[in-house]
């Protein structure tokens, strides 16, 4: 009896030990990501070279050619930040509240215009 129950604790150890492993987040335990998506009028085509902050950290990153920015932070309460080019009101400014869980992935979208006036 005694000898399952050590095997029972071991197999209870290395569960616990490896499980952080097994999240979504690739950068690992401890940190989690904000994952935002600019798009053309809200699922046109997608807009890259588009500034993206993130407040109260001020980091900042340009979407890529598939209008995407990635962060990758410790847990807490943040705002993704973008002033948007857009025709007619000419820019759209986005302050949107993310809250970051460790090991998890958060989506924000931002709508934007290919062309400004």
Known sequence: ????????????????LFLPGCSD????PGTGT??????DGGGGPAVPDAEIGL????????TNS?????FRVPPG???????LCCVGPGFIQY???????AGRTENVTLIACLSCD
């Open 95 to 101: 302050h949107e509240p993310v809250t970051v869980i």
């Open 77 to 83: 309460e943040y705002f993704v930040d973008a002033s």
């Open 55 to 62: 407040a109260p950290l001020g980091l900042s990153v340009s």
């Open 66 to 70: 598939e209008g995407r920015a990635i």
């Open 25 to 28: 987040d690739p950068s690992g």
């Open 34 to 39: 904000i994952r935002v998506l600019v798009t």
């Open 1 to 16: 009896m005694k000898g399952l129950l050590k095997t029972a604790c071991l197999c209870g150890l290395l569960l616990v």
